[in-house]
């Protein structure tokens, strides 16, 4: 059942950003919302001819990236996608971010208006060991992907694969791809999960597209 | 702009430059300004630092500010104590590498560092243009500019950069000749003066027209208007800095004092401050030209001019890739108007990055030393240059 993804490239260390970059086409325009210091954005732009623009709202990284001959725009992701005109970008990743947002529906809306694709990637809160540890603490559940105390996480949403899934037929969207896999997210090495995945997988990551099946 | 200009703290420096002069639009061929006036002959002070290469593709052009001039980075002698106003930004191995790219500078038209200006003696006459200097627009200074580097035979420059005023001219440029301006750097500007920004410097130009010597700009070859002139810096100074600048700087310390004088001295530090560097101000910097470009900064509209009002529209027709820069404390140019310069590149698909420095030297931040401002604008021309040459 395990089927494991090969290092990708010397620079990509996360496992979830070694999946999203392979699902990437060759000399798209990318858009990647909550950058950081810019890994992706570097591993695409070297590897796969891709134009890419990230958006980061701490200064240091965004300093970084610039540093890095990227370019990249600091502010805040919910108010710098409105800018743009309708696909001006191939893709549009939100990698392990949608946790954070606080309206996720209004996103994903303005996400599908400028791309022509989305890729949203996020920790899966029905994880087995969240849920005995919610079923025998009874406490809100801290595992190595959401590792804060319920007063301080910046992680305001709780999403399932299944929720997510649902949420994309509620949105009129198609899911093109969809893979849940199973790693911390600061390894570089996991597998793809294939079975009980609900259970087993740490993160989803899906592949959006505009205008799917209700 | 302040003046901040010291030494290099390693001692590293491009060594000596040489002020050089290229003058056009020799009558009966005049430039037509802005305004419908003509002005000519002009003279342009410019700088060179590097060399350029073969392919004529690592020019950069540098843009002062208001009180800024054409020396930009080194010495003009051994004896120099002295080095141009950027010496931390450029030089070899530093934000702005001479060692690889041949950098330009160019005093605007307007000033008195030695371009064409209220001072310069009009030909009409034979004596000090004054007041019948024609008003000049940062378009125009840019236009003149563009003479300077068509005479030099450059036909691409890879980054225009400046900061303040130079900042608006970056913009012009990019706007103005497109296929020109490879890539450009705005920092710590506007597309346009706000009500508080024009406000500051009409209290500063009445400054020097309140002052009897001023005489509707007629003081060359008699007293000049210094107390004018120096209450205007000072008030410039004071948008200069930031709250936080100011009391991190002076407070409330008192000036070689412990105890109030109960007079009008300097008893703060503050006001020491400023009485100096309006008094230092008078002796390198002419009155008119003060109150010249402090105007072509007031009408900077870079919607007016070329967009219908609409910031989106104004760059429509640039091509330049941009990395735009505020600083945040500076309330002079604060960072929302960088960010509607952003949103406007973003509308019109340029290619834009943006980072907003934290910073607590208000507006002259974008002149002092400061390690990630090197390092962003280094990495962005490495880019550009790399990407150029493909």
């Known amino acids: 059942m395990k089927q494991t993804i090969q290092k990708q490239s010397g620079g990509l260390k996360r496992f979830d950003l070694q999946v999203i970059a392979s699902w990437i086409k060759p000399g798209s325009r990318v858009l990647d919302l909550g950058c950081g210091e810019g890994d992706l954005l570097l591993y695409l732009k070297q590897n796969k001819g891709v134009t890419g623009t990230g958006i980061e709202n701490r200064e240091s990284k965004v300093a970084l990236c610039i540093a890095k001959g990227l370019s990249v725009l600091q502010g805040d992701i919910n108010e710098e996608v409105l800018d743009y005109q309708e696909d001006t970008f191939d893709y549009v990743i939100l990698s392990q971010t949608l946790q954070q947002v606080y309206y996720p529906e209004r996103l994903l809306k303005s996400l599908l208006v400028i791309g022509r694709k989305v890729i949203v990637s996020f920790p899966n809160f029905s994880h087995w060991s969240i849920r005995v540890q919610v079923l025998l603490t009874g406490m809100a559940p801290k595992n190595e992907q959401l590792p804060y105390e319920w007063y301080n996480t910046p992680n305001i949403r709780v999403i399932t694969l299944k929720d997510f899934r649902k949420f994309t037929r509620d949105q009129g969207c198609k899911v093109l791809k969809e893979v849940a896999i199973n790693t911390n997210h600061h390894d570089t090495q996991g597998h793809i999960v294939s079975f009980l995945q609900d259970w087993r997988a740490t993160y989803g990551i899906f592949l959006i597209g505009k205008g799917g099946k209700k | ?390």
């Not at chain 2, 030494?7 to 002069?21: A, I, Q, R």
């Not at chain 2, 080095?83 to 790219?101: A, C, H, L, N, S």
């Not at chain 2, 800095?241 to 409330?252: H, I, T």
């Not at chain 2, 943006?354 to 090197?374: K, M, P, Q, T, V």
């Open chain 2, 1 to 390: 702009m302040s003046e901040y200009i010291e030494h290099d703290k390693e001692g590293v420096s491009v060594g000596l430059v040489e002020k050089k002069y290229f003058t056009f639009a020799e009558p009966p061929d005049t430039m037509i300004l802005e305004s419908n006036a003509r002005l000519g002959p002009i003279t342009i002070a410019y700088e060179t630092l590097g060399s350029l290469n073969e392919e004529k593709s690592n020019v950069i052009l540098i843009l002062h500010a208001l009180s800024g001039d054409s020396h930009v980075a080194g010495y003009y002698s051994e004896e120099d104590q002295k080095p141009g106003w950027w010496e931390i930004m450029v030089g070899p191995g530093k934000g702005i590498d001479t060692e690889k790219y041949f950098v330009i500078c160019s005093n605007i038209i307007g000033s008195c560092m030695g371009s064409t200006g209220p001072a310069s003696i009009n030909p009409g006459t034979g004596n000090p243009y004054g007041f019948d200097f024609p008003v000049v627009t940062i378009g125009d200074m840019v236009r003149a500019q563009k003479a300077l580097l068509d005479h030099l035979g450059i036909e691409k420059i890879l980054c225009v950069i400046g900061g303040s005023i130079g900042g608006m001219q970056v913009l012009e440029w990019a706007v103005r000749y497109p296929d020109m301006v490879v890539s450009a750097i705005p920092l710590a500007t506007t597309t346009r003066h706000s009500a508080l920004a024009i406000a500051f410097n009409e209290v500063a130009r009445q400054a020097i027209m309140a002052d009897p010597n001023w005489n509707k700009g007629k003081y060359y070859g008699s007293a000049k208007p210094n107390l004018g002139l120096a209450l205007a810096r000072m008030v410039g100074h004071v948008t200069y800095l930031s709250d936080e600048a100011m009391r991190r700087k002076f407070g409330r310390r008192l000036q070689n004092k412990n105890d109030f004088s109960f007079n009008f001295d300097a008893d703060f530090q503050v006001e020491s401050y400023l009485r100096y560097q309006g008094q230092k101000f008078v002796d390198r910097f002419d009155a008119n030209s003060f109150l010249y470009i402090t105007k072509a900064a007031d009408y900077f509209d870079l919607r007016r001019q070329h967009g219908n009002g609409s910031e989106a529209e104004a760059f429509a027709k640039a091509r330049a890739r941009f990395l735009v820069i505020s600083f945040t404390s500076d309330w002079l140019y604060p960072t929302y108007q960088s960010r509607a310069m952003v949103k406007a590149m973003k509308k019109n698909n340029l290619d834009v990055s943006f980072c907003e420095i934290e910073a607590e030297w208000g507006h002259d931040a974008f002149l002092l030393y400061n390690e990630r401002l090197s390092t962003l604008i280094n990495g962005f021309l490495e880019r550009n240059f790399i990407e150029l040459l493909k």
